[in-house]
Every structure is written in C-alpha cells, then in structure tokens.
Nanobody
Framework: QVQLVESGGGLVQPGGSLRLSCAAS????????MGWYRQAPGKQRELVAR???????NYADSVKGRFTISRDNAKNTVYLQMNSLKPEDTAVYYC?????????WGQGTQVTVSS
C-alpha cells in the first residue's frame, strides 16, 4: 500500500513561483517512477512531469523550461518547482506512482494563478 500526500499549492500571481511536494509512504520508493498530473475545471487530467527511478525526466510541452521535477529518495519525496506561472497553469495538481500492485494518487493540491 502506498500513500501520497501533496502540499505546497496556493494562490500566486502570474510570473510567480510555487514548489509542490509529494511525500510517499511505503517501501521501495526509490524503485518507482513518479509523476505530477493536473486537472483544470472541465478538462481531462494531464501529465505535467515525470521522473524515473534513475532520475530521467520528461515534461509536457506547455511547462518545459518553466517547471522542474526532482526527487529525494532519502525523504521519500518528489517535488515540482513551478516558475513563471501562468493563469492557464491553474488546476488541481496530483502526485502519481504506478506500482506492480496498482496506480496510486494523492488527494491533490490546488494551484491558482491569478492577479
């Protein structure tokens, strides 16, 4: 069983920054790829960024150059640094981990970009 708890969301002005954190319970965290997804009102959930167990990363085109995903295996935590935020980044952000026993999601954290 894996539990994921996100934090770090909030209200920020356009051009601002936020750092999201996702703390994972369970063993073997370092073996898993981790991802951040987001879902805006009326839209489908989409992949924002992903990091493999070896540290390789990939990003949605819409966030390349602005967002950075990283992980600290000693703390069982994955981060999403979001810079140069835009109103269209407004969404609920979810942490995700696919494991051999199933897909696990966090409860989500709201990010609102507005002046």
């Amino acid at each position: 069983q894996v539990q994921l708890v996100e934090s770090g969301g909030g209200l920020v002005q356009p051009g601002g920054s936020l750092r999201l954190s996702c703390a994972a319970s369970g063993r073997f965290f370092s073996f898993y790829a981790m991802g951040w997804y987001r879902q805006a009102p009326g839209k489908q959930r989409e992949l924002v960024a992903r990091i493999t167990s070896g540290g390789s990363t990939n990003y949605a085109d819409s966030v390349k150059g602005r967002f950075t995903i990283s992980r600290d295996n000693a703390k069982n935590t994955v981060y999403l640094q979001m810079n140069s935020l835009k109103p269209e980044d407004t969404a609920v952000y979810y942490c995700h981990v696919p494991t051999a026993t199933g897909n696990y999601w966090g409860q989500g954290t709201q990010v609102t970009v507005s002046s």
